[in-house]
């Protein structure tokens, strides 16, 4: 599988997992649409900050 996960990144660089299995990204005035493999849909208040394709890593930031 070719999923990525979704972190928010923490001061320090640690990284906070929030959201699995990420198929779908959609962008949205109010922040970011994510879907799942599963149909799982979550909204974050974020801009993407990094996507790291070969480790199938996307780090947020909060806006």
């Given amino acids: 599988?070719?999923?990525a996960n979704a972190y928010?990144?923490?001061e320090g660089g640690e990284e906070e997992l929030v959201?699995?299995?990420v198929d779908r990204i959609i962008p949205?005035?109010?922040g970011?649409?994510?879907e799942d493999i599963?149909?799982?849909k979550k909204?974050?208040?974020a801009r993407i900050k990094e996507m790291a394709l070969v480790d199938h890593k996307i780090?947020?930031?909060a806006i």
């Fill in 38 to 40: 599963f149909g799982k």
């Fill in 8 to 10: 928010f990144l923490k």
């Fill in 1 to 3: 599988m070719c999923e």
């Fill in 19 to 21: 959201f699995e299995n």
């Fill in 43 to 45: 909204i974050f208040r």
């Fill in 59 to 61: 780090f947020l930031e």
């Fill in 28 to 30: 949205r005035e109010d």
């Fill in 32 to 34: 970011i649409l994510m």
